[in-house]
């Protein structure tokens, strides 16, 4: 399996609603990533966690809320999101370590819009 | 910090024709630099990975080469196909403080299109 996973492939919700972003992997890689990316922009680093531990967090508002219950899954929590946090989200993985060729293998993305 | 800039923004190409896209990077201490696809709408998918002591890569019609000492790497697509018209991501990785993950600063990528 080398894939990442990422469900629901859509979403739809309002302001006050709470909802997770779901990510899962089987290749045993220990670091995972989420990103942001806008319309027609890159994307950019949300949170890394690396061996189930958060490592960075880039200054993300704390109406996103990443979790990583185990060394496969990741979740993002979503509550109170404004409509400029209507995106794609994606997720990534990577094997995580200092001499190897670390290739992150990136999910298919959620795109999420905030009405 | 890592920038990376991509140009141009847009390419519009014949089918058929070999074209390139350029990738330039501010920090050369890299020890790699990756090359994505990405269709609209969709996840990225990796096409070319060029490690630090590699100058260039190849798989199929692409080509991508890598030059630290300048700065810039290239993306060079032979005999051009409407299927490859997508957006291409070029990303330089920095390393965490954790030692464990690694962090990709993306370009702004170039929007091709190959017309039939």
């Known amino acids: 399996d080398t894939e990442v996973t990422q469900t629901p492939k859509h979403l739809v919700m309002g302001m006050t609603n709470k909802k997770s972003l779901k990510c899962e992997q089987h290749?045993?890689?220990?670091?995972m990533y989420w990103y942001k990316q806008k319309a027609k922009k890159p994307p950019e680093l949300m949170f890394v966690y690396s061996y189930e531990k958060l490592s960075i967090n880039e200054s993300v508002p704390s109406r996103f809320s990443p979790e990583c219950p185990n060394s496969s899954l990741l979740n993002l929590h979503l509550h109170a999101l404004q409509p400029e946090d209507s995106a794609l989200y994606l997720c990534a993985s990577s094997q995580g370590d200092h001499t190897g060729t670390p290739l992150p293998f990136f999910g298919p993305g959620t795109r999420l819009t905030v009405l | 910090k890592q920038e990376v800039t991509q140009i141009p923004a847009a390419l519009s190409v014949p089918e058929g024709e070999n074209l390139v896209l350029n990738c330039s990077f501010t920090d050369s201490a890299i020890y790699n630099l990756q090359w994505f696809r990405q269709d609209p709408g969709k996840g990225l998918t990796s096409l070319l990975l060029i490690q630090s002591s590699q100058r260039e890569q190849t798989s199929g019609r692409l080509n991508a080469s890598l030059d630290k000492s300048s700065g810039r790497s290239t993306l060079y697509i032979a005999a051009s196909q409407p299927g490859d018209s997508a957006t291409y991501l070029c990303?330089?990785?920095?390393?965490?403080?954790?030692?464990?993950?690694?962090?990709?600063?993306f370009g702004s990528g170039t929007q091709l299109t190959v017309l039939p």
């Open positions: 990303a330089a990785p920095n390393l965490i403080s954790s030692g464990s993950a690694r962090q990709l600063t």
């Open positions: 290749m045993g890689h220990r670091a």
